[in-house]
C-alpha cells in the first residue's frame, strides 16, 4: 500500500480539464515535503511534469499545473489532448527523506 | 549531455542474486545522490532507495531493507544495485535517476527526479 493515495483513474475530453489528486500523511506532505508529479508512458521512463508541488520543468507545457496544501496534492491538466494519455504518478519523501510514489493514475482521453 | 545508461536485461532463478548497473556521464557523479525506481508488471512506480556516491550513504524504503545492496565506484562513475534472494515478484523494470536540478551537493528532496536512465527488465523466473 502506497503512502500516497491517488485515484487509479481519471477520463476528460479533448480540450477539457482534469485534475488528480494525491493524499499524504502527516509524515510526508503535511510534515512539509514537497510533491513531484510524473508522467509514464509504457516502454519509456518515466518524465518529470512537476516539481516543488508547483514548478514546471523547461519544455514542460503549462497546460500542466500543480498545487498542494495541507496534507495533499493536485496535478491539473487543461486543453487535454490525446498525447496526454499515459499514467501519472505523484512522490514525495518523508522525515527520513526516503521517497514514496503514489499508485499511480491512469488517464484517459475520451 | 548528462545521461545514465543501465545494464542490459537478466534473467534469473528464484533465489539468485542481481547486480544492476548505472553508469552516469556528463555531470559530477559523487554531487547527486543516485536513486533506484522499479516498476512490476501492471503495477506502479516504487521508489527503491538511493545512494549518495561521496560518501557511500544509502536511504532503502523499509521493503527493501535487507533484500537490496546500493553501492557506487566513483573511479568509473558508476552505482550499482544488488537485488539477493529473488522471487518472482522482484520481476519489474528497475530505473537509476537522479534529481539533477538540484546541483551538485544540492537538497535532492526538493526536486523531482529529471534525469532517467533508460530501464533494466529484470525476469525472475523458473
Known amino acids: 500500500q502506497s503512502a500516497l493515495t491517488q485515484p487509479p483513474s481519471v477520463s476528460g475530453a479533448p480540450g477539457q480539464r482534469v485534475t488528480i489528486s494525491c493524499t499524504g500523511t502527516?509524515?510526508?506532505?503535511?510534515?512539509?515535503?514537497?510533491v513531484h508529479w510524473y508522467q509514464h508512458l509504457p516502454g519509456t521512463a518515466p518524465k518529470l511534469l512537476i516539481y516543488a508541488n508547483t514548478y514546471r520543468p523547461s519544455g514542460v507545457p503549462d497546460r500542466f499545473s500543480g498545487s498542494k496544501s495541507g496534507t495533499s496534492a493536485s496535478l491539473a491538466i487543461t486543453g487535454l489532448q490525446p498525447e496526454d494519455e499515459a499514467d501519472y504518478y505523484c512522490?514525495?519523501?518523508?522525515?527520513?527523506?526516503?521517497?514514496?510514489f503514489g499508485g499511480g493514475t491512469k488517464l484517459t482521453v475520451l | 549531455q548528462v545521461q545514465l545508461v543501465q545494464s542490459g536485461a537478466e534473467v534469473r532463478k528464484p533465489g539468485a542474486s542481481v547486480k544492476v548497473s548505472c553508469k552516469a556521464s556528463g555531470y559530477t557523479f559523487i554531487g547527486f545522490y543516485l536513486h533506484w525506481v522499479r516498476q512490476a508488471p501492471g503495477q506502479g512506480l516504487e521508489w527503491m532507495g538511493c545512494?549518495?556516491?561521496?560518501?557511500?550513504?544509502?536511504k532503502s524504503a523499509q521493503k527493501f531493507q535487507g533484500g537490496v545492496t546500493m553501492t557506487s565506484d566513483t573511479s568509473i562513475s558508476t552505482a550499482y544495485m544488488e537485488l539477493t534472494r529473488l522471487s518472482f515478484h522482484d520481476t519489474a523494470i528497475y530505473y537509476c535517476a537522479i534529481a539533477y536540478a538540484s546541483g551538485p551537493y544540492g537538497v535532492y528532496f526538493y526536486y523531482g527526479l529529471d534525469v532517467w536512465g533508460q530501464g533494466t527488465s529484470i525476469t525472475v523466473s523458473s
Open positions: 545512494i549518495n556516491p561521496n560518501d557511500g550513504d544509502t
Open positions: 512522490q514525495s519523501y518523508d522525515s527520513s527523506l526516503r521517497g514514496a
Open positions: 502527516s509524515s510526508n506532505i503535511g510534515a512539509g515535503y514537497d
